[in-house]
């Protein structure tokens, strides 16, 4: 068998060269990891008997190594049935159900790791390694004292980015975290000077303007209340003669009005009834 060089720049493909899988890989690399939803319900997990969980076809996709470039998919073509063990009489536990990657067995394929009993349990973190790489796509509940799995105690956990996600090809990828921290950072920016400017104003509008407007409103009042002074309304049951009037007042007596006689019409006297003295 031909050896095959590894080297550090790579091309794919090129005429007559020999390639290892790594190589390969490479077709891949800007796909993101995660189930491939080929079969539109993916590694579809169901309860089984007593306690047993049965998961469904699926397509994944994997890298090889932590931070690697390019990856392996993995395919379950048919149901896959794990057998859980007993409960554990006093505390629960949370059981994984993933996906691993093995480079020292060259292997890939589904696995069943026991969660450990507690009376505050804790889940399986998927382990990323220069040697192996896997996801988690379920959590299995397994209830203290419970003979039984039921569908309610399976939880998904494709949707989980960190555990697994799902895979994006190469073309189809965005990089949105470069550009929803660059908008977190210019709002949280925009937050803080908006702060600074309502901050500078609300202090000036205590010190200074605020001050001034209440001058100018209490300015209006006395203006208003002089105005009160100046006019002086005189009705029928409280007219005021000439010689008791003040100076500088105006005097409106209301009943200073003549009937024309004529439709009913309503003629004023020339100087409404006003008269300053």
Known sequence: MKEVKKMAQKCFPLNDVDYLAEDLRLFHAGRTVGVMQVTGNDFHTVAGAGMQTIVGKGVAYLLTQIDGLGGVVYANTDNVVFNHDVADALFNRYDAIIIRYDKET????????????????????????????????????????????????????????????????TLAKIPTKQY??????????????????????????????????????NSLNNKVNDLKDIFVVMEEDSYIPPEERKIGRLYFNTTDRVESGFNNEIRVSPNMGLKKV
Do not use: H
Request: glycine content about 4%.
């Open 106 to 169: 060259n292997a890939c394929a589904l696995k069943l790791i026991k969660g450990t009993p507690s009376s505050e349990p804790t889940k399986y973190i998927p382990k990323r390694s220069e040697t192996e790489y896997e996801l988690v796509i379920k959590y299995v509940y397994i209830v203290a004292g419970v003979g039984t799995i039921t569908n309610s105690d399976i939880k998904d956990a494709i949707l989980n980015e960190e555990l697994c996600g799902i895979a994006v090809d």
């Open 180 to 217: 929803d921290d660059q908008m977190k950072s210019w709002i949280s920016n925009s937050q803080a000077d908006f702060k600074k400017w309502f901050d500078d104003i609300k202090n000036q509008l205590t010190e200074d303007a605020a001050g001034n407007l209440q001058n100018q409103i």
